[in-house]
C-alpha cells in the first residue's frame, strides 16, 4: 500500500515553456501533498504543502506564480513550472501523507531539463 | 545552525557488519522522526519511522531515538552491498514540517 505515482518521470522543454508534473496516491486518498525539488549531492527542499480544495501554501523564496500547484481531488495534485528557464532544471519529488497518519510516501520523481 | 544534521560521509561499511549513522536535531519540539532511503537518481523511500525514546527495530534496521540529546541515529546489521545509498534523516518539528538533513552516503564493501 502507500503507492504514489508521478508523471511524466523525465521531462526536457525549451525555455519559456511551462511544464505539468502529476503526482497521484494510487491506493489511498491524500489530503495533504508536497512538492520538493532536489537539486544534486543536496537534500531536498520543500517548495510548498498542498491540500485539497485549497491553496497550497508556499514556502519562503518560492515564486507561487512560476509554481503553480493545484490539488483538484484526493489523488491528484499537480505542479505547473511556468516559463521554465534553465536554473528550474532539478529533480522534483511529491509525497503524500496518508490522512490521520504522519508519514510521507514519494513519488518516484520528475527529472526537469530546460534547454 | 542546520535544523537536521547529518555526517556527509561516506561511509564505508565492509560487507557483514553493522553501520552506524547519526543525526541531531534542533527543534527540541519535534515529535516524529524519519529515517528514508535514497538510491542515487531515485526518489526517497521510507525504511522506519520513530516517536518514542529507545530502540525500534524492523529486521535488519534499528532506530535509536533519544529527545534529551536530540540525537536519532540508525543502525544496518548484516550490511548488503545493496544496502549502498544514501541515507536521509527527517524530522517533523512543532510546525509540522518534514525537514530533511542532507544525508549520509553509505557504501557496503564485498
Known amino acids: 500500500g502507500a503507492v504514489v505515482s508521478q508523471h511524466p518521470s523525465r521531462v526536457i522543454c525549451k525555455s519559456g515553456t511551462s511544464v505539468k508534473i502529476e503526482c497521484r496516491s494510487l491506493?489511498?486518498?491524500?489530503?495533504?501533498m508536497f512538492w520538493y525539488r532536489q537539486f544534486p549531492k543536496k537534500s531536498l527542499m520543500l517548495m510548498a504543502t498542498?491540500?485539497?480544495?485549497?491553496?497550497?501554501?508556499?514556502e519562503q523564496g518560492v515564486e507561487k506564480d512560476k509554481f503553480l500547484i493545484n490539488h483538484a481531488s484526493l489523488t491528484l495534485s499537480t505542479l505547473t513550472v511556468t516559463s521554465a528557464h534553465p536554473e528550474d532544471s532539478s529533480f522534483y519529488i511529491c509525497?503524500?501523507?496518508?490522512?490521520?497518519?504522519?508519514?510521507?510516501?514519494f513519488g518516484p520523481g520528475t527529472r526537469l531539463t530546460v534547454t | 545552525q542546520k535544523e537536521v544534521e547529518q555526517n556527509s560521509g561516506p561511509l564505508s561499511v565492509p560487507e557483514g557488519a553493522i553501520a552506524s549513522l547519526n543525526c541531531t536535531y534542533s527543534d527540541r519540539g519535534s515529535q516524529s522522526f524519519f529515517w528514508y532511503r535514497q538510491y542515487s537518481g531515485k526518489s526517497p523511500e521510507l525504511i522506519m519511522f520513530i516517536y518514542s525514546n529507545g530502540d525500534k527495530e524492523d529486521g535488519r534496521f534499528t532506530a535509536q531515538l533519544n529527545k534529551a540529546s536530540q540525537y536519532v541515529s540508525l543502525l544496518i546489521r548484516d550490511s548488503q552491498p545493496s544496502d549502498s545509498a544514501t541515507y536521509l534523516c527527517?524530522?517533523?518539528?512543532?510546525?509540522?514540517?518534514?525537514?530533511f538533513g542532507a544525508g549520509t552516503q553509505v557504501v557496503v564493501t564485498p
Open positions: 498542498s491540500n485539497e480544495g485549497s491553496k497550497a501554501t508556499y
Open positions: 491506493d489511498f486518498q491524500a489530503t495533504t
Open positions: 509525497s503524500a501523507r496518508v490522512e490521520g497518519g504522519v508519514e510521507q510516501y
Open positions: 527527517a524530522v517533523k518539528g512543532s510546525w509540522g514540517k518534514l525537514q
